[in-house]
Every structure is written in structure tokens, then in C-alpha cells.
């Protein structure tokens, strides 16, 4: 069956440091790649999505690229800020399974002044 | 746009009763939603999918007779903790597909459950 894997936390830098949290999948079919972002005590916002292989998804400084032959979809960001600290989930999306999203068990970033 | 919510946002009830939760799209309509269990530090768990106008399906292993889900309509969908006992404390997260779209799942800003 599908699943996702990524990196386990709690990952702590100091602001203005780069940033890497690794996500690796297995799907049966052609999913879409998603990274979800939660804030303390709040839900999920998407922060940015990939549909297709080599398609790179980017939002306020982060990035992540569709990698199917690695099977991989890396969160990156180069500086990042103390308002960045959050739970970080990567997730797929198979079409084939009715659009239900599969969940990684989430990495904790902590950014320090 | 695309905007969940979700009430109550917090909810303490006592062992034995029954907790309802709501999950509405404001702002557009959506014919599935999602029922997510989220417990302290871990990742989401689907519990069971929710069409408009017809039966839930559940995932393996939730009860469907302790976690009844109700989506009468284009912007809501109900889940209802029917007995509830503390091991049903837990953050529960809801989620909406929009009518015209695709694979992009909106989600609501949790409701957080304790029995007492």
C-alpha cells in the first residue's frame, strides 16, 4: 500500500540556518505530493504541492521538488525564522484511492533566536 | 476562500455522554469531507470518509457505531462521539474536498476532545 516516510524530529536550528527535512514515499500509482504545516494547538495548512514528476512546489521561502526516481519530496528552506517552528507533515494523495491523504508521523522544527 | 471551520473548537464532557462535533465550508461546497484523529505528537489518522447524501466509510479498526458521521449537506458533516470515555480525548480534524476540484483537501482548525 501507499505510505510516506519522513525524518524524525524534533529538529532544532538556530534562525537564519538551511533547512532539510526529508520525506520519501511508495505509491503503486502516480500521486500527488503535498506539505502540510501545523502551528501549536492549530490544524493543518497546506504549504505547498507537487502533482507530477520534477514539478517543484514553493511557498513563503520553502520549497520541495517531485522526485520520482528517488522517491522523495525534501522540504527545503535556506534561512529560516523563529516563526517558522512548527510540526511539518509531507503527504500523497492517490487518485485511485479516492483522494484520501496518506500522512507521514511529522517532524518538529524548533528555531531558536 | 476554501475556508473549514469546525465547532466547538474545545470540548470536556463526561464519561458516558455523547460529544458532537461540527465541520462546515464557508465558502464553497464540498461533496467529501474527512474525519481525522490526531493524538499529542503524532501524525493524523484517517478515521472515515464522508460523502453528501450517503453512508460513511470508515477505515479499519474505527468503530463506526461509537464514531457516527452525518454529512447532510454540501457544507456540513457532523461526528458525534457517542458514549465517550477518556481514551476518546483526542484532537479531531476535519477536512473538505471542493465540489469542482481535484485532490486539494481543506482542513478545518481542530476540535480539541476531553472526557473526564
Known amino acids: 500500500g501507499n505510505s510516506v516516510t519522513q525524518m524524525e524530529g524534533p529538529v532544532t536550528l538556530s534562525e537564519e540556518a538551511f533547512l532539510t527535512i526529508n520525506c520519501t514515499y511508495t505509491a503503486t500509482g502516480y500521486p500527488s505530493l503535498f506539505w502540510y504545516v501545523q502551528y501549536p494547538g492549530e490544524g493543518l495548512q497546506l504549504l505547498l504541492k507537487a502533482t507530477k514528476a520534477d514539478d517543484k512546489g514553493s511557498n513563503k521561502g520553502f520549497e520541495a521538488t517531485y522526485r520520482k526516481e528517488t522517491t522523495s519530496f525534501h522540504l527545503e528552506k535556506g534561512s529560516v525564522q523563529v516563526s517558522d517552528s512548527a510540526v511539518y507533515f509531507c503527504?500523497?494523495?492517490?487518485?485511485?484511492?479516492?483522494?484520501?491523504?496518506?500522512f507521514g508521523q511529522g517532524t518538529e522544527l524548533s528555531v531558536k533566536p | 476562500g476554501a475556508v473549514v471551520s469546525q465547532h466547538p473548537s474545545r470540548v470536556i464532557c463526561k464519561s458516558g455522554t455523547s460529544v458532537k462535533i461540527e465541520c462546515r465550508s464557508l465558502d464553497f461546497q464540498a461533496t467529501t469531507m474527512f474525519w481525522y484523529r490526531q493524538f499529542p505528537k503524532q501524525s493524523l489518522m484517517l478515521m472515515a470518509t464522508?460523502?453528501?447524501?450517503?453512508?460513511?466509510?470508515?477505515e479499519q479498526g474505527v468503530e463506526k457505531d461509537k464514531f457516527l458521521i452525518n454529512h447532510a449537506s454540501l457544507t456540513l458533516s457532523t461526528l458525534t462521539v457517542t458514549s465517550a470515555h477518556p481514551e476518546d480525548s483526542s484532537f479531531y480534524i476535519c477536512s473538505a474536498k471542493h465540489r469542482a476540484g481535484t485532490y486539494e483537501q481543506y482542513f478545518g482548525p481542530g476540535t480539541r476532545l476531553t472526557v473526564t
Open positions: 464522508s460523502n453528501e447524501g450517503s453512508k460513511a466509510t470508515y
Open positions: 503527504a500523497l494523495s492517490d487518485y485511485n484511492q479516492g483522494g484520501k491523504l496518506i
